[in-house]
């Protein structure tokens, strides 16, 4: 059964550091394009930034030039280094898989003073 499983959430003030992972199993995770989304309170789920097979990357302008996304495919692990954290960076982030569609339940991230 495939499994994405997001850890490091947490709660940080703002200007602050978190790094996210998301581990996976039972899946062809170095073939996959992967995809990081947040989702905050009362909001649509808004797609943050993804990683190709390859190991290009995209992100949303509104993370560009703060957050890093990468991958460690002999761990089947992506990460989200998240930098220069702000309040508006708050949501429960999720991992994505292209091949198949798989979600990760997601992790609370809270930007607070």
């Known amino acids: 059964q495939v499994q994405l499983v997001e850890s490091g959430g947490g709660l940080v003030r703002p200007g602050e550091s978190l790094r996210l992972s998301c581990v996976t199993s039972?899946?062809?995770?170095?073939?996959?394009?992967m995809r990081w989304y947040r989702q905050a309170p009362g909001k649509l789920r808004e797609w943050v930034a993804m990683?190709?097979?390859?190991?290009?990357?995209e992100y949303a302008d509104s993370v560009k030039g703060r957050f890093i996304i990468s991958r460690d495919n002999a761990k089947n692990t992506m990460f989200l280094q998240m930098n220069n954290l702000k309040p508006e960076d708050t949501a429960v982030y999720s991992c994505?898989?292209?091949?198949?569609?798989?979600w990760g339940k997601g992790t609370q991230v809270t930007v607070s003073s």
């Open positions: 994505y898989a292209d091949l198949g569609a798989y």
């Open positions: 039972q899946f062809r995770f170095s073939i996959s394009g």
């Open positions: 990683i190709y097979a390859d190991g290009s990357t």
